[in-house]
């Protein structure tokens, strides 16, 4: 039973018209671009999760920045130890630390690893909300077409009504296959992506409070070494 009911969906496509199969290839194109990118970004936030995690810990057992910095090759694809790469090249450059630069630098840096993760994937919103449009736009001109063989051969009957409309609700079927997985996969996407950014923005406070701190203690060892030469 099932593949009569394959084969005849199958004639009833190969049978429809022209427009019809154009919107059934532009949706079968959204569909599979729709897995393509869906498997890529999975397999990209899992990989930048797990370098996450190996990064931090890694972070904070050790001993100085110079060490983590000639070992962040080992993370990757770890988005936070990308910010912390961009926020060390900066402390490198200036002579005293300035906490506004090095805020700036590791804003920026969060921004460059968001655009990233988030390349392509507004392409699920649109298959999302579009898709189901373009398949009602194929399965409207599949049951204007029966309307128009209804008028030409004068008959309403079901032998000659059920073929057309049942060749315009693929489209509508169709376009529903490509949005739900879409809209699904859109949504998984999207709360993976803020987790990640969470990941990084709480790294970036942690990072600049310990800078401040080390520049705190720097500042005070150095008021209380020149009271001490003043008093000698």
Known sequence: MNNTTSLSAWTLIMDSGPLVKLILLVLLFASVLTWAILYQKSKLLKAAREDDQKFLDYFWSSKSLDEISNHIDAFEHSTVAKVFASAYRELRKMPVPEISNLE????RAQSVQLDELEKHV???ATTASAAPFIGLFGTVWGIMNSFQN????????????????????????VGLAAAIPASIGYNSILGKIKRTSLE?????????????RNLS?????????NESEQNI
């Open 104 to 107: 700036r630098s590791l804003n």
């Open 122 to 124: 507004d392409w699920l």
């Open 150 to 173: 209804i008028g030409a051969t004068g008959s309403a009957n079901l032998a000659v009504v059920a073929p057309g409309i049942s060749e315009a609700l693929i489209a509508t079927a």
């Open 200 to 212: 990084m923005e709480t790294f970036s406070q942690e990072f600049l409070n310990m800078v401040q």
């Open 217 to 225: 203690s720097t500042t005070k060892a150095s008021h209380h070494g």
